[in-house]
């Protein structure tokens, strides 16, 4: 997409033919490139180059277009005098018109995603035989559902709508799609506040919806485009090249999760009000599946330490597991001992076992699979024995202490082996946070249950030598 126009430093000089600048915006992927047939400034060398909070643009079209957060991508200039200067932008607001940004009163903001409705359970439509059985009709039985959300002052909903072709009578092919829209309404915006409240207010909100969404999927969800209303008009489309880090939209029947719209709006705002706590988690999380996947088969040991640091923080510090055997006798010795030291032995003592009495991290890969079969109906325990369980987690453990403490090398696992355990650990992390987030228990077991990732890595990684 491309728009040309004029451009400037701010809205006062737009219209002024000696503070304005001819170029062409360019719109593509997730790259926002303003390309000007001279410069808005001098530039005697690179280090001259500036960052622009604000650029301001009028199109042939008639649209007005503010670009947030420029910076100078390259600057030439070509005897007998004519230059030219590049910029990349992180987001362009791109109004219909000149009035609705100068008389901007903004009180809806609204973003589709593809495949949403891959999510929900199609409890809308029925499918009905004709009473000769020669043909069938689709009957929706359920009036339009939505899902409201808040997320401290500001209130959500997210809507279905269905496009058919019913009444196409010629095909004999019946189609039904869905749009799912997300919707961040009642609102009271204008433009002196507009760029601070999308910076930090919805693109904090719409990464935490997305987010939830990307776990339920096991993939990164597609941003078809986000939309401005005034009085139920739409007044502007947003394009930010931060939103574009996206897979393709295929889907794999066992790693979606399937839920109701009450399974959803269950789990979805308990997720919300958890976010604070679990995001770190849950970044991880996301950056798994993006970029771990391609790096576990390049680094395989960074990758297992990266989710053995993950599960640790995980029990110790989210789920904050319960103390053993062992942390009780730990205490019992360090307070005989201290009973033999003065106030400032005890400080330095203190400070230097500070992290030393913590759950260990075996135990921690113990309850990981107990937590795992606890909610998934035994699905570790059928696939290994208690044997072969005990032997595994001593070489998981033995592993993470030797690349991270250098200790002894013996019973750890291979570099091929860390790819098959860094899969598992993170398919079961993802299950533990959706757990958590009161994601729908039968659903949750029946997943796990037939889930075949975890018995082809499994597998995998027992017969690995």
């Known amino acids: ?16 033919n000696e503070k304005d600048i001819p170029g062409t915006l360019s719109i593509e992927n997730k790259k926002i490139i303003l390309k000007l047939n001279g410069s808005f400034e001098e530039f005697t060398n690179t280090s001259d180059f500036k960052e622009y909070p604000e650029l301001y643009g009028f199109t042939k079209e008639g649209h007005f277009i503010l670009l947030t957060r420029c910076s100078v991508k390259n600057f030439r200039f070509s005897a007998p005098g004519y230059e030219t200067s590049s910029y990349t932008c992180e987001t362009c607001f791109d109004f219909n018109n000149i009035d609705y940004y100068d008389k901007l009163t903004l009180n809806k903001i609204s973003f589709e995603l593809n495949a949403l409705e891959n999510y929900f359970i199609n409890d809308t439509f029925k499918c009905e035989q004709s009473e000769d059985q020669q043909s069938y009709s689709f009957i929706c039985y359920s009036e339009p559902k939505q899902i409201e959300f808040r997320i401290d002052d500001r209130k959500y909903e997210i809507s279905r709508s269905w496009v058919t072709n019913e009444n196409n009578k010629d095909n004999n092919i019946f189609t039904c799609r869905s749009r799912i829209l997300i919707n961040l309404i009642d609102l009271n915006i204008y433009k002196d506040n507009l760029t601070d409240f999308y910076y930090n207010k919805f693109l904090h909100d719409y990464n935490m919806v997305i987010k939830y969404f990307n776990l339920l999927l096991n993939k990164f969800v597609l941003l078809k485009k986000i939309q401005m209303f005034s009085n139920k008009k739409v007044i502007a489309n947003v394009y930010d090249i931060r939103l574009n880090d996206t897979l393709d939209n295929k889907i794999s029947p066992i790693d979606k999760i399937y839920l109701s719209y009450k399974d959803v709006e269950i789990s979805l705002k308990d997720y919300v009000i958890k976010y604070e706590k679990y995001k770190n988690i849950v970044k991880s999380a996301m950056e798994y599946i993006f970029k771990f996947k391609q790096e576990k088969t ?9 989710v053995c640091g993950v599960l640790e923080d995980y029990y110790r510090n989210i789920i904050e597991m319960e103390r053993t055997p062992e942390n009780d006798k730990f205490d019992e010795m360090l307070k005989s001992i201290n009973l033999k030291l003065n106030n400032s032995e005890q400080e330095w003592l ?12 075996r135990n921690i890969i113990k309850k990981l699979f ?20 005990s032997k595994l987690i001593d070489k998981i453990y033995n592993s993470r202490n030797w690349h991270t403490h250098y200790g002894d090398n013996i019973k750890t696992l291979n570099e091929l082996q860390l790819v098959y355990v860094t899969e598992i650990i993170w398919i079961c992390i993802r299950y533990l946070l959706l757990r958590d987030f009161k994601v729908n228990e039968i659903s949750l077991k029946n997943y796990i249950k037939r889930d075949d990732n975890i018995s082809f890595w499994l597998h995998k990684l027992l017969n690995e030598h």
């Open 370 to 389: 107990k937590d795992i079969d606890k909610i998934g109906d035994n699905k570790i325990s059928l696939l290994i024995n208690s044997r072969n369980k």
């Open 1 to 16: 997409m491309e728009y040309i126009g004029m451009w400037s430093l701010s809205r006062e000089n737009l219209f002024d």
């Open 350 to 361: 203190a400070k230097k076992l500070r992290y030393n009495n913590q759950i260990s991290f």
């Open 298 to 306: 390049l680094s395989p040991i960074t990758s297992f330490i990266n």
